[in-house]
């Protein structure tokens, strides 16, 4: 499955440095405390092992930090796309893009489709569709997740945010789900991202009531 | 070195029984250090226990998915007040009262200044902890704004009296700190660098609590005058910003993790080269760590929040930065321990040492902790599988349960003979800490398991996948062996208050056995 962010691949990377870490530590900690060999380490040992931290946690940064802003520069490019070529709903178009609003309100989803019609608690895309989502969250602060794109962001009242993520390839029903906790109805707060291929899916039009 | 502190066996070290010692009366008035320290620790056990069996009913909730015991308000009650109460009601308060026990005879002066400030910090967390289950919250204990002003019931303005309570008996808690340690600058003469550790970070901790405080308690005035319908800063239906909340509720937020883990990390720098027999590996290393931790400390708050869109990506990048930095000190922390570890042998008495098993425990965990840091730092990877899913309770658990947990168990061990005159029984402490250990192990190690796989936090009903059906099952065996292993704990410390075997000399003297070396600095057990 393609990754948003195109990171798949290397966060396993990072899981690995993070791992490596570890048992460098709990196997340091485990050595020092049973082995005979005594070692009064010198200080330069320790100068040594906070440039390596450094270099690896610096890494990191610079590493996350030119993925975010590759896909952060994707944002506005793809709001122009958006806004010029007047998306219309076609599935059958093999090159299809499509902008979609999502309201989150206590305790569900509202999708606002470029055709102007709402669906509830579902978003209909095409098998790896490019989707631009506004997110605004009507009441309280919520979270917005579809863990099959490795996508999350929290949203609060008032202010939009915008995602893109690449749907994925194989046809099916994956979660969205709230990920910030909203009122007692939280744990039911979810919806679906509907991967469909050529089915145009039952879309209930009317207001956001 | 020069300023190289030594360790010294004080001789103030005896064991005594100060319950004999002293009334009740006496106890609820004494401005003594070790009263100070006792009252604070055992309520903070007590609150321990309430946040334990709180833990233990959404355990048991969780066990299978469905809604089989509690509905969704009584579980939102419990989560609240379990996270409220484990913060800030029991790490923080034991934390910093086992600092007050130690600091004084550690400092080498007669005891904590301004006693007067512990002793309101103390009645103001008592009050707070009442009316915060009087008014029984359900807005979760990271109370985030528009939805803690909604939830409310006709008591929740309680709460957030509380709130303002809290961040005061914080405040008032970190004055004596930062005052014994100036007490001692003044009486000893001696320069900063020679101070001992432990009030390196009396001091340090003590900035974090009055510096970071006081924020917390102008957030929870915010939202009382939101919720009379004062002031609309909050509040985004009126006027208000939800991100205002945030950026406030987190700057005392994230300093918060600091506030018993800075006092914890300066007991365990007293506690380890007295159970090693020996000097720690550097003394140098501990200062720049604790610096450089307090004023990396203060810059990295908006990481929980991260990526904001609001603001500019440079800064979203300028938090990632620090936030990656502070990882630096908190490692120089762990390597100054298993260094001075390693630099000697370590006896077969201060391996079977109780204090020492929870200690190595408490490395073990902050290790285990500390190097996801690593990850949940990078924006990247937060927007993917981090943020608000399970992977976050395991890191802050690995951390608080993990790190603090088995060192407050381990302070309280330590000082056990020294409070009470008698020693616990080593056969139930022994076996709480092997329930311990592993069942924090699999605890946290489940909740990162389900983070991995996208489990949402604060759900008390979830999608019956395999993954997170075994992974909740195993996580709530793990809970209930650690609640069974503070029971353990529990009986231990009430039946040899009363019944343990009197002990006339310091049981936590250790022998030294590493041979004399050249390499080795030669050990200075007497007093100066």
Known sequence: MQNALGLLDDQNILFAVMLGLGLLGIGTMFFAMFTPRRWHIPYSVEIVFAGIIFT???????????????????????????????????????????????????????????DGSASRNALSVKPGARVLVHVLANDVIHGFQIPAVHITTEVDPKSVRSIWFRAPDKPGKYLIQCMDYCGIGHHQMKAWLVVTDNVVPKIENGGLG | MAGEYKYQESLDWQPEDLFEKYTFKEMLTSSDARILGIKGMLLA?????????????????????????????????????????MVLAYAVPFATSSLYFILPRTLGIRNIQNAWAAHLSFVALLISAALLFISRPDFTWAFYAPLSLRVATDMIWMAYVSIILVGISEFLGGIPLISTAFAWKRESGKRWMEMPLAGWGALTGGLFLTISAPMLSIVGVIMLTDFLQITAIYDPARGGDALTFLFMSWFYGHPAVYLPLIPLIAVLYHMLPKMLGR????????????????????????????????????????????????????????????????????????RRAIPFKFIAGAIFMIIVGGVNGFLNGLIS??????????????????????????????????????ITGRMFSYRLANLHFWIWMPGIFVQVMMMFWLGMTYHPRWVVDYLPLPEWVSGQFWLSIAGFANGFGFLIFLINVLVSVRSGEPVSRDPWVMPDTTPASKDSAPVTNAAE
Request: hydrophobic residues 50%; aromatic residues 20%; charged residues 10%.
């Open chain 2, 381 to 418: 990877v937060d927007t993917d599988f981090i943020h608000n899913t399970y992977w976050l309770p395991a890191h802050f658990h690995a951390m608080f349960l993990g790190f603090i947990g088995m060192m407050s168990m381990a302070v309280f061990y330590f000082l056990f003979p020294y």
């Open chain 2, 45 to 85: 056990l007590i609150m321990l226990g309430v946040g334990g069996i709180m833990a233990l009913t959404m355990r048991l909730e969780l066990m299978e998915p469905g809604i089989q015991f509690i509905g969704p308000k009584p579980y939102i009650n419990a989560v609240t007040i379990h996270g409220l109460i």
């Open chain 1, 56 to 114: 690896i946690v610096m890494g990191g940064a610079y590493y996350s930090q030119k993925t975010v802003s590759q896909y952060w520069a994707d944002i506005p490019k793809m709001e122009e796309e958006a806004s010029n070529k007047k998306i219309t709903i076609d599935y059958k178009s093999d090159s299809f893009d499509t902008a979609v609003s999502a309201y989150l309100y206590q305790w569900g989803f509202i999708f606002i489709n470029p």
């Open chain 2, 279 to 350: 000097n720690l590996w550097s003394h140098t290393s501990g200062i720049v760590a604790f610096t450089a931790l307090f004023f990396l400390g203060f810059g990295v708050w908006v990481h929980h929040f991260q990526p904001n869109f609001t603001v500019h990506s440079w800064l979203n990048f300028f938090y990632q930065f620090t936030t990656m930095l502070i990882i630096i000190p908190s490692s120089l922390h762990v390597f100054n321990w298993v260094a001075s570890m390693w630099q000697g042998r370590i006896s077969e008495e201060t």
